[in-house]
């Protein structure tokens, strides 16, 4: 049996780090969504007890490293399962950018594997597992637009932004992720006004999700990484009607109303650096 299994990117339209835990993690508030940017994850079921990985990028894993492995692992090891997986990710979501990349390939694989292997598991209990690979693959089981709390695993569903364009911007810096968390000034940080924002999406006020865009990570990451910083200050003066970082970075995003505006963007930026995308704002749950 083969499937294809698609694994969107997402944004964080806001992200709140409201205190450091005595887990080492950091609770979190932060509205999510995902974009028109996706993997694509082709499970084909083996006979024989075996978890193959394959990826058509050399710098990432395709061992037990990948997250994708480790979904299919945690199931395996979990459920009654006869037979293995071989999992070939063809990967178009740039990697260790802020957009979730390995998270949502694992959260492909849990859906896709449920049905695949017939656990008859829940969303939520999915969620749950994949709470154990990563604190964003909850949310990338379920797709959509929430707001998410705790480690981001604590999750509430609004509706989905007006339809409009992203401008993905991934600079080559390499940021990760724990050292970001580590370098927050937790006592000091303009935090967003997430209910603002949740207004703003409920209502599909455009011009409001642009003002309330905000990500209490930027100065951390534009400390260790000047070059992020200095591409939102080029997106804000080719006319961008809303910018900010994504995650830890250092992808950076601007939101735009139509079309031909999302390419005035792309095409000013593309004179600087590769690792400019177009897509559209998806914002509605899988199917
Ligand atoms: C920055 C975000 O991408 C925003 O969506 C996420 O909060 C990070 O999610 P992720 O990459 O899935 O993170 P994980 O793989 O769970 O954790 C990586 C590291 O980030 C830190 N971490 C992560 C999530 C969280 N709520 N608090 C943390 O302090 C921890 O040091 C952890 O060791
Ligand atoms: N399926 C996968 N796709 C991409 N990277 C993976 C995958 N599995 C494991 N990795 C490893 O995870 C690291 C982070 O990659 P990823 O693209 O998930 O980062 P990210 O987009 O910053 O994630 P997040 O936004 O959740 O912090 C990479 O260094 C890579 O080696």
Redesign the pocket.
């Known amino acids: 049996m083969h499937k294809v299994v698609k694994a969107p990117a ?1 944004i ?1 339209l806001t ?1 709140d780090v409201l205190r450091k835990r005595d887990d ?3 609770d ?1 508030e ?1 509205v ?1 969504t995902t974009v028109d940017l996706a993997d694509r994850i082709h499970l084909t079921l083996l006979a024989e007890d075996e978890i193959r990985v394959e990826v058509n990028k050399g710098h990432v894993p395709a061992n037990k490293n990948n997250l994708a492995y480790q979904a299919a692992r945690l199931l395996k090891d979990r459920y009654p399962v006869k037979g293995g997986v071989s999992i070939y990710i063809d990967k178009h979501i740039p990697v260790s950018a ?1 957009l ?1 990349g390995g ?1 949502t390939d694992a959260a492909a694989v849990l859906r896709g594997l449920n049905d695949m292997w017939s656990l008859g598991l829940s969303l939520e209990e999915l969620a749950d597992i994949g709470l154990e690979i ?4 909850p949310f990338c089981v379920f797709g959509g637009t929430a707001v998410a709390r705790g ?2 695993e604590d999750l509430t569903f609004i509706s989905s932004p007006p339809p409009c364009w992203v401008v993905l911007a991934k600079p080559p810096a390499g940021v990760s ?2 050292d970001i ?1 580590q370098r927050l000034n937790l006592d000091q940080m303009n935090h967003p006004d997430t209910e603002a924002m949740i207004q703003a999406i409920e209502t599909k006020n455009f011009k409001e999700i642009c003002n309330n865009l905000e990500n209490v ?1 930027e100065p951390a990451t534009f400390e260790l990484a000047p070059e992020v910083k200095k591409i939102k200050q080029r997106l804000i003066q080719f006319g961008a009607e809303g910018t900010v970082m994504s ?2 970075g250092p992808t950076v995003f601007s939101l735009a109303k139509t079309e031909s505006k999302a390419y005035r963007l792309y095409n000013g930026l593309k004179g600087f650096m590769d690792g400019v995308f177009v897509v559209r704002l998806l914002g509605h749950r899988h199917e």
């Open positions: 997402k964080n992200l080492g993690y950091h979190v932060m999510m802020g979730a998270s990563g604190s964003d693959v480690r981001g992720t724990k968390y990570m995650g830890s």
